[in-house]
């Protein structure tokens, strides 16, 4: 079956496949917020708490782990590595409403570590209301420019359904991947909002380009103008996934794990929402409009 072919005969359920995963990222989100009052789990950097660093390589990730599961009930640790050579140096925790004696008291109870020396111990705190503040800036940050996108893209086309698709389509990539980042058990952080930032602009130009070669252009036939726009799409597409992967594996800093983490599940679906339900909703507009 060529590819003209297998669009030709499955758009409508590319359509409802694309629509299928919208509604599960939404379940998902939905029984999140049931449990937890958040969509999504954000780590300190965005509700308040102490973090603080242990330079010691011998400390086990998964006992630490254990002994802050008995005490607290909203807590993370992350592996610190050396930036240059990847090799662990320490451990990272992180505790949401506690303060810093009471996380000192806890890690004396099994650790032997000199709390006055800043070579062995680290500590910073983020105030509560400065987390939530800081968090809902960037979600406000994150609205207006899907606003904003979404004003530009209705003044590029002047029509309703395409517009709509690609709206969509940006709108499925965002919940979708908070969706499995909250499978994953991912936090995240303020570096992890950015990156959504980022998927918004790459994910509307994929479909910009989809959409101007299926409507505005008339070279060769609308399944050949697919095609095409498919060819350069998916190549920036999974060079962009090649280049986040590689980032995620080679970077020892978590804020830079999670933006690229964030981009690679992110483009993945966006192949999935551009040539799936996007595509889908432009060959239905098309031929009702009689563009050949």
Do not use: H
Request: aromatic share 10%.
């Amino acid at each position: 079956m060529t590819l003209e072919s297998f669009y030709e005969k499955n758009y409508k359920k590319l359509i409802t496949f694309s629509y299928l995963m919208l509604l599960v990222s939404i379940i998902i989100l939905g029984v999140n917020y049931a449990k937890t009052g958040e969509l999504f789990s954000r780590d300190i950097s965005l509700k308040g708490g102490i973090s603080v660093t242990i330079y010691d390589e011998n400390l086990n990730l998964e006992e630490v782990k254990g002994l802050l599961k008995d005490n607290f009930r909203d807590y993370n640790v992350l592996e610190l590595a050396d930036f240059n050579t990847n090799k662990k140096i320490g451990l990272i925790i992180e505790v949401a409403d506690i303060t810093e004696p009471q996380l000192r008291e806890v890690l004396k109870t099994r650790y032997d570590i000199n709390f006055n020396d800043k070579n062995t111990y680290d500590s910073g705190l983020t105030n509560s209301s400065f987390g939530e503040s800081f968090y809902r800036g960037l979600l406000i940050a994150l609205l207006f420019s899907f606003i904003l996108m979404s004003l530009f893209i209705f003044f590029s086309f002047k029509t309703f359904t395409p517009s709509l698709a690609v709206i969509s389509a940006t709108l499925i990539d965002i919940l979708a991947t908070l969706a499995l980042l909250n499978i994953l058990g991912v936090k995240i952080s303020a570096a992890g909002i950015v990156a959504f930032l980022l998927i918004i602009g790459y994910s509307i130009d994929n479909n910009i380009l989809l959409t101007t070669a299926m409507i505005k252009r008339r070279e060769g036939t609308l399944l050949e103008r697919l095609k095409s726009s498919m060819k350069t799409g998916l190549t920036t597409t999974i060079a962009a996934i090649a280049a986040s992967t590689v980032g995620y594996f080679l970077s020892a800093p978590e804020e830079l794990k999670q933006i690229f983490l964030i981009i690679t599940i992110a483009s993945l679906f966006d192949i999935l929402t551009t040539y799936a339900g996007n595509t889908g909703i432009l060959i239905n507009y098309c031929k009702k409009k009689n563009i050949t």
